[in-house]
């Protein structure tokens, strides 16, 4: 097969008009096309008059040599080959800690090697966690161990599930595969910004919990690591709390992919003297718009907008004070959800679903955080400012779990009342009016504030006054990294694999689980 690049497609396209297209452009007919598969798929909208998709496709044609030697657009196709996963020799069971990506994969890719790992997930499964959260959403009932933080399928079940990613890793394919493999929808593998929604994502971690049981993993809910020890410099057991009852468990490798939510778990390496530093990270709030507007600003006026998908963006200025905010994990027909893990605190973030049909688009704006923004030289000093603006957020806004809410026109100070217009916030339990200084650093607001105006040119429903900013945004990434070498392994702990975004290696579900297999490997080659 042959690949052929940059076809242009109309919005309305289908087999035959790829067929078509493809042939036209290496010179043949379409029946001389024995088959084709799509490789690639984006969105042109850069020119309002003229919006249509550019496709890369592998075709089984005649005469290859002739055609890739005649055609300038076109490479050989190599195709995908499943990663070679080394054979287990591993004297104990290594133990993997949360069932985020990086602990999916991690567990996947050592119960393939026939390691039989052993998967502790403070969380409970992903259905029981579903009516948790649904509880927390509707009553403000929060469960610290099992909430849209913790539990099966880690910090991003209740998510886009947006799988981009700006890391470059031929791991990626690897695993949108295994994803497709396991429910996820197939045309992951070849659009240019993949995405699952909630709703599929929650059905495909089950089914890759399914497949990593099916090859002698064991996964473990309700099971809190707690405590770890080391003998001769290595890794030697850790234990977990479940039910209240602690177990401790002999093993040489431990995967700790307990995230950017597990203050707990920072403190415990701390106190085990394990290396922890500070690490810069954002805050901010999300803006919610309607989605139609969006889609007006984005497409125009005069397109088709069934044949569109629900318009999505990113947008980055750097101010001239030196800080950079940008819009984090936009979510097209979204709404915004409550992410706390801790009682008493107040944690915005953002989900769809497949459809992605929901009224509103919602993205986090945030403001880059370095550590001389920090109290004290600390490691944990970011993860206690993270804490500061989560409390002041849920006492300012009356302790019940709303959410502190304001519109673009009050924070620009070109209204002066707060009112909700068409944009209705969707975050529940609910939201008050709440002005963003008393909970958030005043940089941070000054800088939201600065970069709206920047932003409205760029995409014009920026300049709506009636958009509607609900925070704090606090956890988009680590506050901390987890110091490893060039094994992968802590610097301080042989065995001991920090992995995944509360390490602060990755960000985003694609790189957490990448770096999950790369720990996964790392054991494996130890030997
Ligand atoms: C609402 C929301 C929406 C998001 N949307 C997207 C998106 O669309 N696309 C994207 O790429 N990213 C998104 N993210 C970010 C993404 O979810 C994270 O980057 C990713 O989940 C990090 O993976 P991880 O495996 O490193 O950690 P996590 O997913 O945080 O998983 C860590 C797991 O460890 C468990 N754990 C913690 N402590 C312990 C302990 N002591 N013992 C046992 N288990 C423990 C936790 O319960 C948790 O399940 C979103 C995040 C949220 C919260």
Not at 80 to 93: A, C, E
Not at 240 to 254: C, F, H, P
Not at 329 to 344: I, L
Not at 360 to 372: C, H, K, R
Request: some cysteine; hydrophobic content about 35%.
């Amino acid at each position: 097969m042959i690949k052929i690049n940059s076809l242009s497609l109309p919005l309305n396209h289908n087999e035959n008009t790829i067929k078509k297209i493809a042939a036209k452009a290496i010179g043949q007919r379409a029946e001389d096309i024995k088959s084709i598969i799509i490789l690639k798929k984006s969105l042109d909208a850069r020119k309002k008059n003229d919006i249509h998709y550019v496709l890369t496709v592998a075709a089984e044609v005649k005469n290859e040599n002739a055609v890739l030697k005649k055609y300038g657009n076109t490479e050989k196709y190599i195709p995908f080959s499943p990663l070679s996963v080394p054979k287990s020799g591993l004297k104990t069971r290594p133990v993997v800690t949360g069932f985020g990506p990086a602990g999916i994969f991690a567990a996947l890719i050592l119960a393939k090697a026939g390691a039989r790992p052993i998967v502790l997930e403070r969380g409970e499964d992903a259905d029981s966690r579903k009516k948790k959260t649904d509880l927390f959403w509707k009553s403000g009932i929060l469960d610290e161990e099992c909430n849209v933080q913790f539990g099966e399928g880690g910090a991003g079940a209740f998510s886009d599930g947006k799988l981009n990613t700006g890391t470059h890793s031929p791991l990626i394919r690897t695993v949108l595969k295994e994803l497709a493999d396991c429910g996820a929808p197939p045309e992951i593998l070849y659009q240019a910004k993949p995405h699952i929604g909630t709703d599929k994502l929650l059905v495909t971690v089950k089914n890759i919990r399914e497949k990593i049981k099916s090859l002698g993993g064991e996964v473990l809910f309700g099971a809190k690591l707690c405590d770890f020890e080391a003998a001769q410099g290595k890794l030697s057991s850790c234990t977990y709390v479940k039910n209240g009852e602690k177990q401790t468990l002999e093993t040489n490798n431990l995967v700790l992919a307990s995230g950017h939510s597990a203050r707990d778990i920072f403190r415990l390496l701390l106190n085990k003297g394990i290396t922890v530093e500070q690490k810069a990270f954002s805050v901010g709030m999300r803006i919610e718009h309607l989605q139609t507007d969006l889609n007006r600003s984005m497409y125009g006026e005069n397109v088709p907008l069934d044949l569109l998908p629900p318009a999505d963006y990113r947008l980055a200025v750097h101010l001239e004070d030196g800080r950079g905010v940008y819009t984090f994990c936009m979510c097209p027909g979204g709404q915004v959800v409550a992410s706390a893990s801790e009682k008493e605190t107040i944690v915005t973030n953002g989900m769809s679903y497949y459809s992605r049909s929901g009224e509103n688009a919602n993205s986090a704006i945030l403001v880059g955080i370095t550590p001389e923004d920090f109290a004290d030289p600390s490691p944990l000093a970011g993860a206690e400012l993270q804490k500061e603006i989560e409390k002041a957020a849920f006492f300012k806004a009356g302790g019940k779990y709303l959410a502190p809410c304001t519109t673009v026109g009050k924070l620009l100070g070109s209204v002066s009342a707060f009112e909700t217009g068409k944009v209705k916030p969707t975050y529940l339990p609910g939201t008050v009016y709440v002005d963003p200084r008393e909970y958030l650093p005043e940089y941070a607001v000054e800088s939201v504030k600065r970069a709206l105006p920047m932003f409205a040119r760029k995409i014009s429903c920026f300049g709506d006054v009636e958009a509607v900013l609900i925070g704090p945004e606090t956890r988009s990434s680590s506050p901390v990294r987890i110091t490893r070498g060039e094994s992968l392994e802590s610097v301080s702990l042989k065995g001991l694999y920090p992995c995944g975004e509360g390490a602060g290696y990755a960000g985003g579900i694609v790189s957490s689980a990448v770096d999950g297999i790369r720990c996964a490997i790392a054991i494996l080659e130890k030997i």
